[in-house]
């Protein structure tokens, strides 16, 4: 169930993260659907069997690689398999677009328990409880003063909120 759920999440955040950049004004530099040239680094994405991972690498990604990629360095590691329906979209985008330390800690603030990045019993037993459409309301608020209190919020900014936007009433559709 929960690869399902990544599997039909994952083509949404994949819209969001693009193709091939290399704006040297984004601190991730060289990025390809969303997977940077140290995460491609990180996971040995030697796509063209030359014995390194560069930008070459980078650029010929497809999303059937990246896919092992989002599920463990981001579904599994923010807990979103763990969320209910449509919060698992919004931690999973967040974890994508703002770090998974991050996410883990702003869904246990929305679910008001202790805020330790550690998805234990408490935050699980929580999860059962939720209700999603707040908790999802409440989440895009957290990420959207995030993104507002950023240095490079003028130049990358309305995109980051169109972004949340989206994912905010896609995850509430998931939610209903």
Sequence with gaps: MTLARFQACLPLILQHEGGDVDDSRDPGGATNLGVTLATARAYKLDLDHDGDVDKADVKALKPADVAPVYY???WLASSA???PRGLDYMVFDCAVNQGVGRATRWLQTVLAVKTDGLIGPK???ALGIVNRSMAIALYA???EDHYRSLPTFDRFGK?????????QARAQEMAR
């Design 141 to 143: 608020d957290l990420r």
């Design 72 to 74: 463990r360095g981001y």
């Design 159 to 167: 995109g980051w909120l169109r972004r949340l936007e989206e994912v």
């Design 123 to 125: 935050t699980i037993a």
């Design 81 to 83: 398999d763990l969320c």
